[in-house]
């Protein structure tokens, strides 16, 4: 059985909460990795930043990397797993809540271990399954084609 903890990319560097998103960039940038992990005291993660978060909801927005905090951008609980997940299950979860990433937490500290990205399922899995995988995980709802579905009203 291929568990999280096989194909995941230990040792996740975390954006502490209280730190600029200009700092996560620059981490990012360094590390070739486009997200990390926001974490609080002893690794306990509170969310996920990603490089299209900084984009979309701090600079075209207008607001100055240098003063917005990772902490700001940590909303609700991320999705999870834990490092003895069956590979399998990773999937449906990334599937299910169409994530390119997960963090792998350790039981029963629930301390973050490392993550799981696509690329780490790419290397880890047969090319069917991860053919599944990536038409699961990138198929997008088209708008127009919902429109479509629905009736005109009718002429008064």
């Known amino acids: 059985m291929i568990r999280a903890s096989?194909?995941?990319?230990?040792?996740a560097e975390c954006i502490r909460e209280h730190e600029t998103l200009a700092t996560a960039a620059r981490i990012m940038r360094d590390r070739g990795v486009g997200a990390l992990p926001i974490c609080g005291e002893r690794q306990r993660l509170l969310g996920i930043v990603t490089d299209r978060d900084i984009v979309l909801k701090c600079v075209a927005e207008g607001r100055d990397p240098e003063h917005v905090t990772a902490g700001e951008?940590?909303?609700g609980r991320p999705m999870t797993v834990e490092a003895d997940e069956d590979a399998e299950q990773v999937l449906r979860v990334m599937?299910?809540?169409?994530?390119?990433r997960l963090p792998v937490i350790n039981h029963p500290e629930h301390e973050l271990v490392?993550?799981?990205?696509?690329?780490?399922?790419?290397?880890?899995?047969?090319?069917a399954?991860?053919?599944e995988f990536v038409s699961a995980v990138c198929e997008e709802e088209n708008p127009k084609s919902k429109e479509m579905e629905q009736p005109y009203p009718t002429p008064l």
């Open 73 to 75: 951008l940590a909303q």
């Open 114 to 127: 490392g993550m799981i990205s696509e690329a780490d399922i790419a290397r880890g899995l047969p090319q």
């Open 6 to 11: 096989d194909i995941m990319h230990p040792g």
């Open 129 to 131: 399954r991860l053919a």
């Open 95 to 100: 599937e299910q809540y169409k994530v390119r």
